[in-house]
């Protein structure tokens, strides 16, 4: 459900429920049993109601963790520095998964605090952040553009060559992956900086080192581009994702049964005719 479709909280209904509270006590004769309610009731209803609006208005608990997020020291021993921002991510994945939330989240400054964790370039910081960039990217043109705009997807690219932990790389090319599907802007500048031969590479080296999952996802990626693009600005780019990919389709193939699902994958969605 998008925020726009969530009901909104009554706060007028919570005074008078207070004033209610308070004041309509002992009005009537059969009331006589119930005592004045005391003056720490009455505060501590008074802040009950005061969280409940809180958590019940997405935009004030967007920015609640965006500041979380903000507050995580990388500079912290690293199982101190995933265990935090685990919680962080997963806190605010669970809210930007409506994709009007996560244009809120741009445009609350949640991608300087994002960027500014990446560029410590601290692989396990890296590995716990990454996928909030994929989250938001996801079929969400607007956030496309403003990933596209804050350089998200250079640093992504050189980070690939930055970087020797595997893990690390697979959630950089996740998060190219959402970045540029389906958003030709994004296709372009993955191209002009070369993306597409750095996949290329990370999916060589993976293959040496028998990395399934990272393969799996160089492959996904890859399939992305060129279904991405109309012909002609593939053509104008000067890219054949069809050759590289009919390349990585041969050397998947050699071994059918370990790679069936990156080549079912393949084979499900086709590049688009020249």
């Known amino acids: 459900m998008s ?3 969530q009901p909104k909280v009554d706060t007028g209904a919570f005074g008078q429920l207070l004033a209610l509270a308070t004041t309509a006590q002992g009005d009537r004769e059969t009331d006589q049993s119930i005592p004045p309610m005391s ?8 802040q009950a109601m005061t969280d409940f609006t809180k958590d019940s208005d997405p935009i004030k608990k967007l920015k609640c963790r965006i ?3 903000k507050d995580v020291d990388v500079s912290k ?4 520095v995933k265990e935090e921002l685990v919680v962080a991510v997963d806190n605010l994945i669970n809210l930007v998964c409506d994709i009007d939330l996560a244009l809120d989240f741009c445009k609350l400054d949640g991608l300087n605090v994002v960027m500014d964790i990446l560029s410590k370039e601290n692989d396990v910081a ?6 909030l960039i994929s989250e938001i990217a996801q079929n969400n043109p607007p956030v496309q553009k403003e990933l596209l705009k804050q350089n998200f997807i250079e640093y992504c690219i050189k980070y690939l060559d930055k970087t020797s932990n595997n893990v690390a790389k697979l959630k950089a090319i996740s998060a190219l992956s959402a970045m540029v599907k389906a958003f030709p802007p994004a296709v372009i500048k993955f191209v002009k900086s070369d993306g597409h031969t750095k996949v290329l590479e990370t999916f060589e080296a993976a293959w040496n080192a028998g990395d399934d999952r990272l393969i799996h996802r160089c492959v996904i ?10 012909p002609e600005l593939i053509q104008r780019l000067h890219i054949q994702p069809d050759q ?6 041969d050397r998947l193939n050699e ?6 699902e990156s080549i079912a994958y393949l084979q499900e969605n086709p590049l688009p005719a020249n």
Do not use: C, M
């Open 3 to 5: 925020k726009k479709d």
């Open 39 to 46: 003056e720490d009731n009455r505060k501590w209803l008074e």
């Open 67 to 69: 500041a979380n997020l």
């Open 77 to 80: 021993g690293d199982s101190e």
């Open 126 to 131: 890296n590995i716990s952040v990454l996928p």
């Open 221 to 230: 990626t890859l399939a992305n581009i060129g279904r991405s693009a109309a």
């Open 244 to 249: 590289f990919l009919r390349l990585i389709y």
């Open 255 to 260: 071994d059918p049964q370990r790679y069936a």
